[in-house]
């Protein structure tokens, strides 16, 4: 299988952190050079491991939002 290479064009922010280090994070993200997507994901420190994790386009990642908000307005 061949190498996946990523560029984290903007690191958005840091959701949480496990007593290892490993933080999930949401980023940006350029997947074997296309067009960043916003992404979240476990990332060991420094970045030189990754957990699975989700990749969503902008208009997936605006309507996770509205979900996420009206979940919170109830």
């Known amino acids: 299988m061949s190498d996946i290479k990523f560029e984290i064009q903007e690191e958005l922010g840091t959701l949480s ?3 290892k280090g490993w933080t999930k ?3 940006l993200i350029s ?3 296309a067009k960043p997507k916003y992404d979240i994901r476990d990332w060991a420190p420094n970045h030189e491991k990754m957990g699975k ?7 997936e990642a605006e309507s996770l939002y509205k979900i ?3 979940m919170m307005e109830d």
């Open 31 to 33: 997947w074997n050079g």
């Open 68 to 70: 996420l908000r009206s």
């Open 25 to 27: 994070e949401v980023n």
């Open 17 to 19: 952190e496990s007593p």
């Open 53 to 59: 994790g989700i990749t969503l386009t902008a208009e």
